[in-house]
């Protein structure tokens, strides 16, 4: 799938992303690929997954666009959303029509700029479609000039004074549009919690919408319905 199919096919859409963490009450075998099958049912746009063999299992039931990228957190280093090309490697082998990486300005295991892994994807891989998780407006900036395909502000929390860690940033999401008119498109990911957010979010300009928690965790939608019958407000935590 090139990028200009992948865009056709997601303009305007919600993308599912289907990941489990191992403290989650749902980590169980197979588990995300029935989470993938339920959001298909549902009418998603699109897939974004996690790990190499999640993505491989889920591409041998559907055609669906799949964002594939690989987590793993390194000593000394902030960055784990598909840092090294070696995870790119290992995504792209899996099925994944879309590489997601950390694009932030952060340092890398390698003391690396992590944005710096686009122009090495480009180098060795082409023109395949990356999309890059960012943080802010100046961020977009710099992943789409180091060649990025498209941007989301994924990591939007992960930073020394994180507005909210439950709310999305429309604000934000604002300036990252602005700031790539005319480079790319920008999907909306983060805190993502209900159909209103998502057709805002898609009124203030975004490509499509990448809803995660809110599908596929329902111990986390469990907790929000809690949180509010018990004035509980401050009771997600920032990072989960």
């Not at 950390?102 to 395949?128: C, H, M, P």
Request: glycine share 8%; hydrophobic share 40%.
């Amino acid at each position: 799938m090139n990028k200009n199919e992948l865009l056709e096919m997601t303009k305007g859409g919600i993308i599912v992303s289907c990941q489990v963490k191992p403290d989650d009450p749902l980590y169980l075998d197979g588990i995300v690929g029935k989470l993938a099958q339920c959001a298909i049912w549902g009418g998603a746009c699109g897939l974004r997954l996690n790990t190499p063999d999640d993505i491989a299992a889920v591409r041998s039931i559907t055609e669906l666009p799949i964002i594939g990228l690989w987590k793993e957190h390194s000593k000394g280093s902030d960055v784990f959303i598909t840092p090294t090309l070696r995870h790119v490697e290992a995504v792209l082998a899996a099925g994944a029509d879309v590489v997601a990486v950390d694009a932030t300005d952060r340092l890398n295991a390698d003391g690396q700029k992590a944005f710096t892994l686009i122009k090495e994807i480009r180098r060795v891989y082409g023109d395949v479609p990356v999309l890059a998780d960012i943080r802010n407006a100046g961020e977009a900036s710099q992943a789409m000039a180091a060649g990025a395909d498209m941007v989301a502000p994924t990591l939007y929390r992960f930073n020394e004074h994180p507005k909210s860690a439950e709310e999305p940033d429309f604000e934000e999401l604002v300036k990252i549009i602005k700031a790539c008119r005319n480079a790319g498109p920008v999907f909306m990911e983060g805190k993502i919690n209900t159909p209103e957010q998502a057709m805002e979010s898609l009124y203030l300009g975004a490509h499509a919408v990448i809803v995660g928690s809110a599908i596929t965790r329902p111990h986390l939608t469990t907790l929000r319905f809690t949180n509010k019958v018990s004035g509980k407000i401050n009771g997600m935590p920032l990072y989960y």
